[in-house]
Nanobody
Framework: VQLQASGGGLVQPGGSLRLSCTVS????????MGWYRQAPGKQREWVAS???????NYVDSVKGRFTISRDNAKNTIYLQMNSLRPEDTAVYSC???????????????WGQGTQVTVSS
């Protein structure tokens, strides 16, 4: 199982980006899904998460601007980021807890980071 993150880039303040994280390999279910970010010189920060039932949570600084979602058919999760600010600049990584087969335990996987830079 591998996670491939994409969608980062350079955007002006107020702009939007959509990050994607696709799971490849044999998977039975995606149970927990999340996005994290790490800015230069700072510790990694949790940004958003979603559980299999659909409930989602966000760090206060992105509430109302970011939306986490999933496409079950594509085994892909997304992070739609609107009204981006310079302080959103960071490397964003996805984390997914999944079962590879029926009855197997939930195992965490991390995708590689994708750089998001918000600057004029």
């Amino acid at each position: 199982v591998q996670l491939q993150a994409s969608g980062g880039g350079l955007v002006q303040p107020g702009g939007s980006l959509r990050l994607s994280c696709t799971v490849s390999g044999s998977v039975f279910s995606l149970n927990t899904m999340g996005w994290y970010r790490q800015a230069p010189g700072k510790q990694r920060e949790w940004v958003a998460s979603m559980v299999s039932g659909g409930a989602s949570n966000y760090v206060d600084s992105v509430k109302g601007r970011f939306t986490i979602s999933r496409d079950n058919a594509k085994n892909t999760i997304y992070l739609q980021m609107n009204s981006l600010r310079p302080e959103d600049t960071a490397v964003y990584s996805c984390n997914i807890g999944l079962r590879r087969t029926v009855g197997s335990r939930v195992t965490d996987y991390w995708g590689q980071g994708t750089q998001v830079t918000v600057s004029s």
